[in-house]
Every structure is written in structure tokens, then in C-alpha cells.
């Protein structure tokens, strides 16, 4: 039973795998065209969040998947956003200002969205387990994007989507429960 059991495990770690370099691939490939070789250092990890969640399936690996898409959304925003301050010269040259504020309210945003396409789950455990997955699944493609921001301003993107996401699961918690 012992074997049956291995195989079955190794299998589904085989096939999580798989997904999770597709999907890495696919993302990476996105990264290096938007944002540049700096962010391809970031690659492991979400093969590694993503083969993980998917090994471990059910709401995590749905959260995850939501959480992908999201963190797609921070490689496209443009720099311009981020750093509204610089023109095209000054960005390549290291000498504009830099606005952690912007990034921090740029993940804030797109971390509330997420409440449009949070997955919904039966019970409390499973939703926690869907919002850990997306910001698993958010972060590690987020920390691509924060390849090509100074170091503030990635803390301030990384912590903001972090607290548009919590805000975002609260939020939808509450309303679940309001009409049940």
C-alpha cells in the first residue's frame, strides 16, 4: 500500500511540475520582454510556488492560479506609473525620484481587485486556503516586477498588494457571511 501510495504522490508531483514550468515559462518569457534580464533571477520562484500549490491542489492551487493572473497585471503596469516623476532619460540613468508610495498604491489596487475573481469556497478553512494561494500566487510574480524598481519602491509594491489582497479577502469573507 506503501508503494501505491508513493507512485500516487510522485505522479501528481510530476504533473504539478509540468503545469508549473508551462506557466513559468509563459511568465518569464512575458518578464524578460517587459521588464528585462534582471527579472529572470526571479523565475524560480514562482516555479516553486506554483509546482507547490498545484502538488497540494483543491483552493490553494485555485487561489494560486487567481494569483497568477494578478501578479501578471503588476509586470504590465508601466513604469510611468510607478514612477510618475521621471521621464524615459532619467529612468535610464538612475537619476529620478523614486515614489514607493506609487507602487505601494498600485499593488493596494490591484490587490483589491482581486476580490472580483477571488474564488469562492464553502467554508472558512478553504477560503483562508484560496487567499493564501493568491497571494502566493501574486507575490512570486510580483517579485519579477520589483526586478526593475529600486528597493523601496518594490517593498512598497510588495506590501501594498499584500494589503489590497487581505483587504480584499476580508472583505469578500464579510459579504459571504452577510448572505448566508
Known amino acids: 500500500m506503501a508503494s ?11 504533473v504539478a511540475v509540468s503545469r508549473a514550468l508551462v506557466a513559468t515559462a509563459i511568465v518569464a518569457a512575458l518578464a524578460l520582454v517587459l521588464i528585462g534580464r534582471s527579472a ?18 483543491g483552493a490553494l492551487a485555485r487561489g494560486a492560479h487567481r494569483g ?51 474564488p469562492r469556497e464553502d467554508n472558512r478553512r478553504d477560503h483562508v486556503l484560496a487567499g493564501a494561494g493568491v497571494a502566493m500566487g501574486a507575490l512570486s510574480i510580483a517579485a ?7 528597493a523601496w519602491e518594490a517593498v512598497g509594491l510588495a506590501l501594498g498588494l499584500l494589503a489590497g489582497i487581505v483587504a480584499s479577502g476580508a472583505a469578500r469573507a464579510w459579504f459571504l457571511r452577510s448572505r448566508a
Open 4 to 14: 501505491v501510495k508513493l507512485a500516487y504522490e510522485l505522479g501528481r508531483l510530476r
Open 40 to 57: 529572470l533571477a526571479w523565475s524560480a520562484l514562482p516555479l516553486i510556488v506554483l509546482a507547490a500549490t498545484e502538488w497540494r491542489g
Open 68 to 118: 497568477l493572473a494578478a501578479g501578471l497585471v503588476t509586470l504590465v503596469v508601466p513604469m510611468s506609473v510607478l514612477r510618475p516623476c521621471c521621464d524615459a532619460t532619467m529612468v535610464a540613468s538612475g537619476a529620478c525620484c523614486t515614489m514607493p508610495s506609487m507602487c505601494g498604491l498600485s499593488g493596494v489596487v490591484i490587490g483589491l481587485a482581486l476580490a472580483l475573481v477571488w
Open 144 to 150: 519579477m516586477r520589483c526586478a526593475g524598481l529600486f
